[in-house]
């Protein structure tokens, strides 16, 4: 099966780029095409997915990726693709995050992960890409106490946070993401339980989970 797809980098911290040489379509296809976003304000988004894989780090380069894998910058910006708008705006992170907004015929979709709150130009970028999403995919890494006690600074966020902002920002759904690697299913759905005692439309991101709007 051969297709396309846009993928959207909001930043090159390893948990979100380790999955990159691992992903079979990029090698399998050459009818397969892909779009990578992201900004390069720090380095180029080429770059950075060459330079993980070199040698010694991966035992085959780019170069054997046999899809067509094209590249492209995007910064704080409100771009047009085929069916989608897509706006972008930087988040409260070490060496930045982008969040995305994509609005579609179908509805308005939101990726804001990984952000820290209580930065007033961040806060409110969040709530200006949240508005009346109809879902809105957000950082919950830690639990509220766990973030007041030792996490200040790590650029994440809780579910408590993540309740204030579907509330100030109008969004409809909640799912909270970026858990914690320690976290447990049984974490996990206490955090549910304990994010649905205050807004009806919450739920943990699962693996494999995909959104269809
Ligand atoms: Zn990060
Ligand atoms: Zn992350």
């Given at each position: 099966?051969?297709?396309?797809?846009h993928?959207?980098?909001?930043?090159?911290?390893?948990?979100?780029?380790?999955?990159?040489?691992?992903?079979?379509?990029?090698?399998?296809?050459?009818?397969?095409?892909?779009?990578?976003?992201?900004?390069?304000?720090?380095?180029?988004?080429?770059?950075?997915?060459?330079?993980?894989?070199?040698?010694?780090?991966?035992?085959?380069?780019?170069?054997?990726?046999?899809?067509?894998?094209?590249?492209?910058?995007?910064?704080?910006?409100?771009?047009a693709?085929?069916?989608?708008?897509?706006?972008?705006?930087?988040?409260?992170?070490?060496?930045?995050?982008l969040?995305?907004?994509?609005e579609t015929?179908?509805?308005?979709?939101?990726?804001?992960?990984?952000?820290?709150?209580?930065h007033?130009?961040?806060?409110?970028?969040?709530?200006?890409?949240?508005?009346?999403?109809?879902?809105?995919?957000?950082?919950?890494?830690?639990?509220?106490?766990?973030?007041?006690?030792?996490?200040?600074?790590?650029?994440?966020?809780?579910?408590?946070?993540?309740?204030?902002?579907?509330?100030?920002?109008?969004?409809?759904?909640l799912?909270?993401?970026?858990?914690?690697?320690?976290?447990?299913d049984?974490?996990?759905?206490?955090?549910?339980?304990?994010?649905?005692?205050?807004?009806?439309?919450?739920?943990?991101?699962?693996?494999?989970?995909?959104?269809?709007?």
């Amino acid at each position: 099966m051969c297709g396309s797809a846009h993928v959207f980098l909001s930043h090159f911290h390893w948990d979100h780029i380790q999955g990159i040489p691992f992903f079979l379509p990029l090698y399998d296809n050459p009818d397969n095409y892909f779009f990578f976003h992201s900004s390069s304000r720090t380095r180029g988004l080429q770059r950075v997915i060459e330079e993980q894989m070199v040698d010694p780090y991966f035992p085959v380069d780019m170069s054997e990726m046999a899809a067509h894998c094209n590249f492209y910058d995007i910064e704080e910006e409100r771009v047009a693709f085929d069916d989608c708008i897509v706006q972008s705006m930087w988040l409260n992170h070490p060496q930045g995050c982008l969040g995305f907004r994509m609005e579609t015929a179908n509805g308005i979709l939101v990726y804001a992960t990984d952000n820290e709150p209580g930065h007033p130009v961040f806060d409110r970028n969040l709530r200006r890409l949240a508005e009346g999403a109809d879902v809105l995919i957000y950082d919950a890494q830690y639990l509220p106490e766990e973030y007041a006690a030792k996490r200040r600074g790590w650029g994440h966020s809780h579910w408590r946070e993540a309740i204030n902002v579907v509330m100030e920002s109008g969004a409809k759904e909640l799912v909270l993401y970026h858990h914690d690697p320690d976290s447990d299913d049984e974490r996990l759905d206490n955090i549910q339980k304990s994010a649905s005692e205050y807004y009806h439309k919450v739920r943990v991101a699962r693996e494999g989970d995909v959104i269809i709007l």
